[in-house]
């Protein structure tokens, strides 16, 4: 396939219109902007009529205009025709843009369709023994591993823009998953009280559990595509999501660790990880010898095995070695050879119903709360598309290629709200899975759509030659693949740390610690809530900075912090009360911590305060506390016990270069302000009002309410007041 990201027609990104220069080279991803930009050498009439040139004038160039000429320029500028809406061949671009498949697939060539092939056999290895071992977290079949490693892998091979994102289940969805049918699972032991049901009702209900989460887990992140909530993979904070995936892999060890020593499960059908840590260590005493030897001897495999491979990274051979499914050829046979399950009484896979997935649609189970459906499903979706969607864009950006996290939800919902007409759980991608596709120099979606391919084949018939298969094995697989989760923790905890970052570590550690001892859910409930808290912190306070006078040039103004007025001074870096001259710093931090090279001091009897953004209903409410306390102690830093520094204020000038925009709610609190000004006797100005926000002034009556508007710069206001007021603002 070809790996070109300049050609407009390749799927992802966007199709010409027409209105591109026909002398600028523009590759665009599919959220319109250009990502490399080149020139090619013009010919225009500008170009032969620069000052001192020797070249003569287009006028006064002989031009050629024979055929040959004509049909040589036709055939070196690119062809740029205007496509009618609606018409078959917008149609056509716009099928090929929304559905990519069509636009990638019929463009692969001999060589990328090997490397394609050879990718999806890699991932498949890897997929198959992950879907198996996944689908004991979430307490179902087998077989139901492989039916989501099945259905939604194909649907999003088609739909998704990702050339390397796996999909299908994954470590964390699949605990979630399991955790909302464990917890599901009471109401059928309740209704069968006080007989227990048969296995066939038990795998059926949760089966039936699983399929209803995925269609609400699959609406919902279609929606979030089709209303472009795309950026909303950022609102969590990075504290927050280490500390919740840390919480669930711990959550995951403690289950997992269970089978692996052969340990008996818990009699509660519905218990905390903490409770089931307890209920593990005190009955350490009934270890079951030889499931634990063949599990702590797979999990000790695998290991090594990653220990080796770093080592000799040259081997492509060893590389190339499938060790998930190596540990599952080798256990399996050695259970056979030694009888494991017969002999020793070890829990093997069994036999297993390997049938092909029926179409269902899925419905709400009887003694199911359909409140408990949309949560979990929501829950489901934040974790799984910020997983996602990170692991798409790490991998678009490595392989240089554009991604869309827009169409990516799209790809991701579709994908989920099909499977769960198969009888899949919530699937989306897998880091693992994903680095391994990458490793293996896929070059287009076609690997995902191979890997699921074998997942079919295996499915028809490789369930019976595992029934020796030990299920500690698998257990240990999933405790091999949590233990990489919980690698980046430690670095993370250093990190912090280091940089004195209580706050985060705190959050970090907190959540950890609650996703334990209460419950995943409570985990990942926290760490959103806890995110979403501090977001709407942070934007409620307006980025206000109070300005002073340089001491070296009295018509330049600059952010002053923590300056005593009886000093005067303090180092800062001075910036000219024009605007051109004006370095707008959006970025500086709101205690005031850069470096400057002037001398500031305070202005007596006037507040000079410089709004750095756009006022709107949010941020708006904190600014009146805000020019109180700036009014007070001239310092946002300096507690409110202390006693005042500032003298009292006679005028107060608002800068306002910064703030492009103001609505309606941020108006009317504004013109509160300066109507309290008013009555307090004290001038209020603004100098540099924008277009926008000088035609709201006027329409509001700002003039009547005692603001004046009608200044270039601050000098200007500072004369103005100078003559109005009986203060000195002179340098």
């Known amino acids: 396939m070809s790996n070109s990201n300049n050609n407009n027609d390749t799927p992802g990104h966007r199709l010409g219109t027409g209105t591109e220069d026909h002398d600028v080279i523009t590759a665009q991803n599919d959220e319109g902007s250009p990502l490399l930009t080149g020139y090619r050498p013009s010919s225009r009439a500008s170009d032969y009529m620069r ?85 004991s977290l979430t307490h179902l079949p087998p077989a139901y591993g492989l039916y989501t490693a099945l259905v939604p892998a194909l649907v999003y091979g ?20 399991g955790t909302l049918v464990k917890g599901q699972l009471k109401h059928l032991y309740a209704a069968y009280s006080p007989n227990t049901p048969p296995d066939d009702a ?11 989460v995925a269609l609400a887990s699959g609406l919902c992140t279609f929606a979030l595509g089709m209303f472009r909530f795309g950026f909303l993979d950022s609102m969590i904070s990075e504290s927050s999501l280490r500390g919740f995936i840390s919480g669930a892999a711990i959550v995951v060890l403690i289950g997992q660790t269970r089978i692996v020593l052969g340990l008996p499960a818990s009699n509660s059908v519905h218990s905390s990880p903490w409770n089931d840590l307890c209920h593990m260590l005190s009955h350490l005493d009934q270890v079951h010898v030889a499931t634990a030897a063949i599990s702590l001897g797979s999990l000790a495999f695998l290991r090594l095995l990653r220990f080796v491979k770093r080592q000799f990274r040259s081997a492509l051979w060893l590389q190339g070695i499938p060790d998930t499914l190596v540990v599952i050829i080798l256990t399996t046979l050695i259970s056979w050879a030694v009888q494991l399950g017969k002999d020793y009484n070890v829990a093997v896979f069994g036999s297993v119903d390997g ?19 949309v949560s979990s499903a929501i829950t489901i979706t934040m974790i799984g598309v910020v997983e996602s969607v990170i692991v798409a864009r790490e991998y678009a ?54 890997a699921a391919t074998l997942v079919l084949v295996s499915l028809l018939g490789l369930l019976p030659y595992l029934y020796h298969l030990p299920l500690g094995v698998l257990a240990a697989i999933i405790v091999d693949a949590v233990v990489s989760l919980l690698s980046a923790t430690p670095h993370a905890i250093t990190f912090l740390f280091k940089v004195r970052a209580w706050s985060d570590l705190f959050l970090l550690l907190f959540i950890c610690a609650c996703s334990v001892v209460s419950s995943v859910e409570t985990g990942i409930l926290l760490a959103v809530v806890i995110s979403l808290i501090m977001v709407i912190k942070r934007s409620n306070m307006p980025r206000i900075k109070l ?12 952010p002053i912090d923590g300056v005593v007025p009886s000093s005067g001074a303090s180092r800062r870096q001075s910036f000219s009360s024009d605007e051109s001259e004006f370095d707008r710093s959006h970025d500086e931090a709101e205690d005031g911590s850069e470096e400057y090279d002037t001398q500031v001091q305070h202005v007596e009897g006037v507040l000079i305060v410089r709004i750095d953004e756009s006022l709107y209903f949010a941020n708006a409410g904190q600014l009146h506390a805000r020019l109180n306390r700036l009014e007070l102690y001239g310092d946002m830093r300096v507690h409110p016990s202390e006693d005042p520094r500032m003298k009292p204020t006679r005028a107060v000038v608002f800068d306002l270069i910064g703030m492009p925009d103001i609505d309606g709610s941020a108006l009317e609190i504004l013109l509160n302000i300066v109507r309290e000004y008013s009555r307090r ?37 500072l004369n103005h007041l100078e003559r109005e007021l009986t203060i000195s603002v002179s340098p």
């Open 397 to 450: 950006s490595r392989n240089h290629y554009a991604v869309s996290s827009n169409r990516e939800l799209v790809a991701l919902g579709v994908s989920n709200i099909v499977g769960s007409a198969f009888g899949s759980y919530p699937a989306f991608g897998s880091l693992s899975r994903s680095k391994l596709n990458d490793r293996a120099k896929a070059t287009s979606q076609l690997s995902g759509i191979v």
């Open 51 to 135: 000052p001192g040139s020797s070249q003569v004038s287009l006028r006064e160039r002989p031009v050629r205009s024979t055929s040959s000429a004509r049909r040589r320029r036709q055939q070196q500028q690119p062809a740029h025709t205007h496509v009618a809406r609606f018409s078959l061949r917008w149609w056509q671009r716009r099928i090929r843009y929304y559905v990519p498949i069509i636009g990638w697939l019929p463009k692969c060539s001999a060589g990328s369709l090997a490397t394609d092939i050879k990718a999806g056999f890699m991932v498949a290895c890897l997929l198959i023994p992950q879907a198996l071992s996944y689908s």
């Open 681 to 717: 006797q004290v001038r209020v100005a603004f100098v540099r009002v924008c277009d926008s926000v000088r035609g709201r002034f006027e329409k509001s009556g700002m003039a009547r309410a005692g603001g004046e508007y009608d200044f270039n710069d601050i000098t200007a206001a």
């Open 355 to 373: 049938d092909l997935p029926r179409f269902s649609i899925p419905r709400v189970p009887a003694y199911v709360d359909s409140k408990d459906i």
């Open 547 to 558: 300005l002073g006078r340089s001491t070296e040039n009295g018509y330049e103004f600059c």
């Open 158 to 177: 088609m739909l998704g823009t990702s050339r390397h994102l796996s999909m299908g289940p994954e470590a964390l969805v699949s605990v979630l998953t």
């Open 202 to 212: 038990v795998d059926d209900f949760s089966a039936a559990v699983a399929s209803a």
